[in-house]
């Protein structure tokens, strides 16, 4: 199947410093990848949906100015947390549509595990 | 917001008996699809349902939707130690990738 990569796979950061997190779909491309975040044993919260060489479509309630997200080619989107806080520690993964009419089936990367202290 | 809800929350069961889980949605799908989360772990598709679907076996898997009562089921049969995982049910309004998630069945198989 298809491959999304995503990286790093944990990462731990100083409170106010910003985090870059890259999702890169390997054998295919992706002109939409989505964002979701994960709290511990809870279920994928939708961030936003990026779009290759256009603006990212945020989630309600999600701050686009505090989750910067940029699809500059057909393999590559990146989410960036800014200025991070101990509230942002979560899971984040992203995933990847191929096939059919548009990209019903979803191959999701293994995710980003970040820890703000 | 979640669209899914599903039960049980959890789900402990020996090797070789059948696991059930069930999931609810509130508004009208394009499809439905099930995915399975080890722990720590990046999602992994186990099936996909359209709304035009009302049942559909992929090896030890079987999927159910009643589009009539907004719900869906999935059945592991014969399961397995390695099938411990969260189970999520997501559900698609159109074609273009963007799902919900409900909040997910926590399974455990033991040897």
């Known amino acids: 199947g298809a491959v999304v990569s995503q990286h790093p796979s944990w990462v731990i950061c100083k409170s106010g410093t910003s985090v870059k997190i890259e999702c890169r779909s390997l054998?295919?491309?992706?002109?939409?990848m989505f964002w979701y975040r994960q709290f511990p044993k809870q279920s994928l919260m939708l961030m936003a949906t990026s779009n290759e060489g256009s603006k990212a479509t945020y989630e309600q309630g999600v701050e686009k100015d505090k989750f910067l997200i940029n699809h500059a080619s057909l393999t590559l989107s990146t989410l960036t947390v800014t200025s991070a806080h101990p509230e942002d520690s979560s899971f984040y993964i992203c995933?990847?549509?191929?096939?059919?009419?548009?990209?019903?089936?979803?191959?999701f990367g293994s995710g980003t595990q970040l820890s703000v202290l | 917001s979640q669209q899914g809800e599903e039960d049980p929350q959890a789900l402990s069961i020996q090797e070789g008996e059948n696991a059930t889980m069930n999931c609810s949605y509130k508004?009208?799908?394009?499809?439905l699809q099930w995915y399975r989360q080890n722990s720590g772990r990046g999602l992994v598709h186990l099936i996909l349902i359209r709304s035009n679907e009302r049942e559909k076996h992929s090896g030890r898997l079987r999927v159910t939707l009643d589009t009539s009562k907004k719900s869906s089921s999935l059945l592991i049969t014969a399961s397995r130690a390695a099938d411990t995982a969260s189970y999520f049910c997501?559900?698609?309004?159109?074609?273009?990738?963007?799902?919900?998630f409900g909040a997910g069945t926590q399974v455990v198989v033991t040897p």
């Open positions: 054998d295919f491309q992706a002109t939409t």
């Open positions: 995933s990847a549509g191929v096939g059919g009419t548009g990209r019903e089936k979803l191959f």
């Open positions: 508004t009208s799908i394009n499809n």
């Open positions: 997501a559900t698609a309004t159109d074609s273009w990738g963007k799902l919900q």
